[in-house]
């Protein structure tokens, strides 16, 4: 029998619209000026004007097509990483981190270092850097006054840098600690200067590596963590340490063949610039939101001093959607490729906008409101809770850096009674790769009655 199919009509095939989506009517270096002041302010105008795709141009970075819809953002996470690259986006960062980081490559180079690294990661692992965590955290809260505002954002880069200097580079005491500290904490200055990020911009990586003084720095730092690359490999220790380099020394490639020095210094600066800031950032916000936040901090204190945890959880998910450390992902076009309901052409760049559909009100009723039990009446969503990111690409440190959130608050709030340094509540400001609060988070943090003595 012959099928029906000449005269009845079949189901609406829509083509795509083959135009970028809307942009402002603005200059491109106006777009520029005004995203790199005032990012926040064009996304929501943008947001409000043309809906959940819009473009963006901006001088250097090239055009953007913002997403804020989140099937379309699951479109990007699951799409073909050989087509949606992601390394080129951060050829910035190459004179530092190397040509090995994984934050760098793309397709089967950058699964290759992935896989190597992953392990290292896994949430399970994570447990046994508890007590590194707690005793830095510890440390840092002690020497801090009880009368007078502290700035949390520099204190909480000081625990950061501890915690990645002893669970990820496994460095624990002595002279050694203290010369990578210093040299470690030289080459993080200069990549979170505003002002040097847009010069490196402005020189690009090629250019930037033949700097004298540049050249210098680099080799310094490097001549520290090529030393502990060998001392550690001659360890007698090796296989029961737990500290990251450790691991990624015993891990091979699919043909048996170790991480070279030069691959393992890459991946060492990449964990220490991906992952020193951004929980930094992420914590410096938690104490900001909690200060000012007298009820939700009075339920947090309860759940650290008797309770299972779940609502410290839900605080830290809560601080990272509304003030999330990131502004965007992005992914560049290998090909033309059809993307909410629209086909893109090869070349410009795809950016889930993190900002945006975090303030989603069909997924986050009354979105300005800090209210960590929207995370106990429902888990995060893959694509709607996307502060790291998502796919082959999401971020390697997820799980590191909320278990560091954890451990750290827990042991302030057990310690210290929270509450705003004065002034209104503090915003969020671009530093160079975080958006960061616009007084560096600023607190008085008094001693708490009945807190527990040090671990
Ligand atoms: C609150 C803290 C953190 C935030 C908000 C954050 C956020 C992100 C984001 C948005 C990405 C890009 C994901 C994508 O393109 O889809 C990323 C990638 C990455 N992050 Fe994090 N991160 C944090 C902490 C860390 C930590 C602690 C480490 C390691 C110690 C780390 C290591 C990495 C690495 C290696 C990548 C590159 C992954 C790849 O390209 O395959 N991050 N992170």
């Not at 200097?165 to 600690?177: K, S, T």
């Not at 700097?211 to 360890?235: H, N, S, T, Y």
Request: hydrophobic share 40%; glycine share 8%.
């Amino acid at each position: 029998m012959e099928a029906a199919t000449t005269t009845a009509p079949g189901p609406v095939s829509r083509a795509p619209e083959r135009r970028l989506p809307p942009s402002p009517p603005l200059p491109k270096p106006v777009q520029t000026a005004i995203w790199s002041r005032q990012a926040r302010r064009l996304l929501y105008a943008c947001q409000d004007r043309y809906g959940d795709m819009f473009t963006i141009r901006v001088a250097y970075e090239g055009t953007w097509v913002m997403l804020a819809d989140p099937a379309a953002i699951k479109q990007v996470f699951t799409g073909d990483p050989n087509l949606l690259h992601a390394g080129a986006a951060n050829i910035v960062l190459l004179p530092v981190l190397g040509e090995h980081s994984v934050l760098l490559l793309d397709e089967p180079e950058h699964m290759v270092q992935r896989k190597l690294m992953l392990p290292s990661f896994h949430g399970k692992r994570m447990q046994a850097y508890g007590d590194v965590m707690a005793r830095a955290a510890i440390e840092e809260i002690d020497r801090w006054p009880t009368d007078s505002p502290v700035r949390m954002r520099s204190r909480m880069q000081a625990v950061t840098l501890e915690v990645i200097l002893r669970a990820v580079f496994g460095v624990d005491e002595g002279e050694r600690l203290t010369r990578l500290r210093d040299q470690l904490r030289g080459t993080l200055n200069f990549i979170s200067d505003p002002r040097r990020a847009v010069f490196m911009v402005l020189l690009g990586p090629e250019r930037l590596r033949r700097v004298p003084w540049f050249r210098r720095k680099l080799q310094q730092v490097d001549r520290l963590i090529f030393e502990e690359i060998a001392a550690r490999r001659g360890a007698s220790d090796l296989a029961e340490r737990d500290d990251i380099l450790s691991l990624l020394l015993q891990a091979t490639h699919e043909d048996g063949s170790p991480m070279g020095d030069r691959e393992l210094r890459d991946e060492l600066m990449t964990l220490l610039v991906a992952g020193h800031e951004t929980t930094a950032t992420g914590l410096s916000w938690a104490v900001e939101l909690l200060a000012r936040h007298p009820a939700e901090l009075g339920r947090l204190e309860a759940d650290v001093d008797d309770g299972d945890g779940s609502y410290l959880d839900a605080v830290i998910k809560e601080t990272l959607r509304l003030r999330p450390v990131i502004a965007l992902v992005l992914r560049k076009l290998v090909e033309p490729m059809e993307i909410g309901g629209r086909l893109l052409p090869a070349g410009v760049s795809v950016a889930p906008s993190i900002y945006l559909v975090h303030r989603r009100p069909d997924v986050y009723p009354e979105p300005e409101r800090f209210r960590p039990e929207r995370f106990l009446e429902q888990p995060a969503g893959t694509y709607t809770w996307i502060p790291f990111g998502g796919g082959v690409r999401r971020c390697l440190g997820g799980a590191f850096a909320e278990f560091e959130m954890s451990v750290v608050l827990r042991e302030l709030v057990a310690r210290r009674k929270l509450r705003p340094g004065g002034g209104e509540a503090e915003h969020p400001v671009r530093s160079t790769i975080t958006n960061v609060p616009s007084r560096g988070a600023e607190v008085i943090a008094a001693s708490r009655n009945g807190a527990r003595p040090g671990v």
